[in-house]
């Protein structure tokens, strides 16, 4: 059976001479139909460069990406963005602020042509846990945790069988995370959805996906599975100083 | 032995269309030369709490406190100039954000090598050196570059590392260090509290650590206070907290992913109307 994402060698350089930045160096890793994989690594490793070169919203300078078998098309059709989207760390900067969340679900399906946007924007309420008293507020009048709650929403309108999640909860509170944790979790059985998880947060990762990835300075230090993490079975350094760190402070 | 810092009846208020908020409310504590923790969701009040004793809260707001004394001077009634005195070289604050502690016209080797002459009279160049070594010690790799540079020319993380670096260097007796940690990575926020353990161990430093990590904060501090909706809800030595007695100690706690956890369902936190009584 072939993965539902392959992505190979994939490589990405920003700018060019001395302002080159090589953000990603030759990562590759596979999502089967219906998982949860992980990208954990410290900021600046390339993790959110990953998924934007995933979705057309950084270039790919090198290796490829195959989607349920076929090869990403540049630019990237409306029939990738039915298929795969993308859900955002800040809610804010994601979500128009002057828009209505009627308004912010609505878009994607306008765009897309689709007729049944009553019942989607109602459904896709009630699926993020927010019921239809949401649907003609403002972001400012949301909380944290519900703004992402519309970031999600709106990812899923399209009924897309992929999303990628770029560190979803990190800006919320332990309390509301829990709750956004739990809502993907159930989401992704429900609907059978497949997700890329990037976290920095080793403990959100290991909840999560069943396999992840360790990355550093762009590059893909070792793949591993969730038992492998609690068995403390990694064979990188890298990844066993994560590992302690994610214990707290010990003192000397 | 007195403690250094000793706080009762601590409020603060901001005006509102529906009159005052009061957003810290009755908080009492008193801290020695140890590491206490402030711990809470955001909103709850542990910025306003620490800006308070500092004398920083913004000129809307209302302080008042039945008791506010930083080795016994009454800091309620501190004149501008027994601020000027105190803060800095005696008792400092780090900042979520560093664009509010850098000074964007200076260097930050400039920002730093002061910091430390205040201190005392250190001759130039043994400035220079102490500077890159904090450079050095908070993990920044190339420390004359950053040295040399202007706060704008650093990355985020970069700018809180240097401010970090900075407040470290005067060595203050009262350190309110106000999620300097939280957007550093893991590995690096560990260097940064081995400095401030050495600085609680070796020079008897009293620290105030504010953070909404209560996993990190039970690891690193001796006492948590915890904050809910404006005030302590729970005082517990670090080692005890996983036998918390308030609800929402123990919701927060139980919140957290675990790399050891199972993929169940994270347990869910909900209010009881009560705490805010
Ligand atoms: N649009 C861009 N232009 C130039 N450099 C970029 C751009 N986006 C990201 N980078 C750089 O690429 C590297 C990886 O960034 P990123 O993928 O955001 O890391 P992470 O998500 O792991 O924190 C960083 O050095 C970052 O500064
Ligand atoms: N300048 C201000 N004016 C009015 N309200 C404020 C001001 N600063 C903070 N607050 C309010 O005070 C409360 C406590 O804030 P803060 O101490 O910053 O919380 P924390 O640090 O625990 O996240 C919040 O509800 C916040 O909105
Ligand atoms: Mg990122
Ligand atoms: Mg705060």
Known sequence: MTALIEVRDLAVTFGSGRQQVRAVRGVSFDVEQGESFGLVGESGSGKSTVLRAICGLAPMTGGTVHIGGKPLKTPRDPAFYQQVQMVFQDPYGSIHPRHTIDRVLSEPLAIHGFKDAETRIERALEDVGLGRGFRFRYPHQLSGGQRQRVAIARALILEPQILLLDEPTSALDASIQAEVLNLLDALRVDKGLTYVLVSHDLAVVSHMCRRLLVMQHGQAVEELTRDALQARAATKDYTRQLLVASEGFKAP | ?277
């Open chain 2, 1 to 277: 032995m007195t403690d250094m810092l000793q706080v009762k009846g601590l409020n603060v208020a901001f005006p509102s269309r529906d009159g005052p908020v009061r957003v810290v409310r009755d908080v009492s504590f008193t801290l020695g030369r140890e590491r206490l923790g402030i711990v809470g969701e955001s909103g709850s009040g542990k910025s306003q709490t620490g800006r308070a004793i500092l004398g920083l809260t913004p000129a809307s707001g209302t302080v008042t406190a039945d008791r506010l004394t930083f080795d016994g001077i009454d800091l309620r009634k501190a004149s501008a100039r027994t601020w000027r005195s105190l803060r800095g070289p005696r008792m400092s604050m780090i900042m979520q954000d560093p664009k509010y502690s850098l000074n964007p016209v200076m260097t930050i080797g400039r920002q730093i090598v002061e910091a430390y002459r205040r201190r005392g009279n250190a001759a130039r160049g043994d400035a220079r050196s102490k500077a890159i070594a904090m450079l050095e010690a908070v993990q920044i790799r190339d420390p004359e570059r950053v040295f040399r540079a202007y706060p704008h020319e650093l990355s985020g993380g970069m700018g809180q590392r240097a401010m970090i670096a900075m407040m470290l260097i005067a060595e203050p007796d009262l350190l309110i260090a106000d999620e300097v940690t939280s957007a550093l990575d893991v590995t690096v926020q560990l260097d940064v509290l081995k400095i401030l353990d050495d600085l609680v161990r070796d020079r008897g430093m009293g620290l105030i650590f504010i953070s909404h990590d209560l996993r990190l904060v039970s690891s690193f501090c001796d006492r948590v206070l915890v904050m809910y909706a404006g005030r302590v809800v729970e005082q517990i030595a670090a080692r005890d907290l996983k036998n918390a007695q308030h609800p929402y100690t123990q919701g927060l706690l139980n919140c957290l992913p675990q790399i050891d956890g199972d993929s169940a369902p994270l347990p869910t936190l909900t209010r009881d109307p009560a705490w805010l009584a």
